[in-house]
Antibody, heavy 117, light 111 residues
Framework: EVQLVESGGGLVQPGGSLRLSCAAS????????MNWVRQAPGKGLEWVSY????????YYADSVKGRFTISRDNAKNSLYLQMNDLRVEDRAVYYC??????????WGQGTMVTVSS | QSALTQPPSASGSPGQSVTISCAGT?????????VSWYQQHPGKAPKLMIY???KRPSGVPDRFSGSKSGNTASLTVSGLQAEDEADYYC???????????FGGGTKLTVL
């Protein structure tokens, strides 16, 4: 059974940093591209970042470019999102999602990030 | 403002059919056959319902179908059931500069 479990969310002040993790199981993690997608409270989905199964291909949404860094450790079956210079508008539930055929076929349960002073 | 445009709400009675539209541009929906649809119940993670415009993942009922014409994609839910009441989001691949865009979501109500 495919499982994605996010962790690392919490409350941080504006300008602060957080590192999100996503632990994958039930599939060959190293063979799949992965994404982070976020959802602000009461709002729609927003794609944040993509990393290919080989890490040479990485993309970011304009809203996070230069502040967020996506990475993965295939030996640990884990996906990460380092978030720096956090802003109030980054407040959201962050989901990791597996990428298949340009769609997100499995999602984790999400981890909440709150940016507030 | 979302990159893809969906109606904020849609509704239908049990057994009826409802279609949700997703309007994009020639740079996303119109350019690629990589439109996907997601169902999200309150407090839950999204679930993939349709990918590559018309394909259903294993386990998704065939009551759900997708289509595309020009820059607009559509999701049709036939034989509406109470459990279909949820938010639905479309997404499209849009090229390497801004790979994925989502619609603002449509709240489907089963009357």
């Amino acid at each position: 059974e495919v499982q994605l479990v996010e962790s690392g969310g919490g409350l941080v002040q504006p300008g602060g940093s957080l590192r999100l993790s996503c632990a994958a199981s039930g599939f060959t993690f190293s063979s799949y591209s992965m994404n982070w997608v976020r959802q602000a409270p009461g709002k729609g989905l927003e794609w944040v970042s993509y990393i290919g199964w080989i890490t040479t291909t990485i993309y970011y949404a304009d809203s996070v470019k230069g502040r967020f860094t996506i990475s993965r450790d295939n030996a640990k079956n884990s996906l990460y999102l380092q978030m720096n210079d956090l802003r109030v508008e980054d407040r959201a539930v962050y989901y990791c999602a597996r990428d298949v055929n340009y769609a997100f076929d499995f999602w984790g349960q999400g981890t909440m990030v709150t940016v507030s002073s | 403002q979302s990159a893809l445009t969906q109606p904020p709400s849609a509704s239908g009675s049990p057994g009826q059919s409802v279609t949700i539209s997703c309007a994009g541009t020639s740079s996303d929906v119109g350019a690629y056959n990589y439109v996907s649809w997601y169902q999200q119940h309150p407090g839950k993670a999204p679930k993939l319902m349709i990918y590559e415009v018309i394909k259903r993942p294993s386990g998704v009922p065939d009551r759900f179908s997708g289509s595309k014409s020009g820059n607009t994609a559509s999701l049709t839910v036939s034989g509406l059931q109470a459990e279909d009441e949820a938010d639905y989001y479309c997404s499209s691949y849009a090229g390497s500069n801004n790979p994925w865009v989502f619609g603002g979501g449509t709240k489907l109500t089963v009357l």
